[in-house]
């Protein structure tokens, strides 16, 4: 794992600890469906954090592309 692969895992894990401080009341039954199913599927975690890391990318990328057309 390369530093800035270690840094954007952290930093995600940064953001889910804000989300559960500031955020509101979670959904109990989605919360139950999701800890069962990860309790099925352990390494889905890992796989919902790339899902993540490669979405937030791409919206980086998305909002850069905007901010380009913007400029002209």
């Known amino acids: 794992m390369y530093d800035t692969e270690k840094q954007a895992i952290d930093d995600l894990f940064v953001k889910l600890a804000r989300a559960e401080r500031d955020g509101g009341p979670r959904d109990a039954g989605a919360e139950d469906l999701i800890r069962r199913r990860l309790a099925e ?30 400029r002209r």
């Open 41 to 70: 599927q352990p390494v889905a975690a890992y796989y919902m954090a790339q899902v993540i890391l490669v979405q937030e990318q791409a919206l980086a990328a998305a909002q850069a592309q905007i901010n380009e057309l913007e």
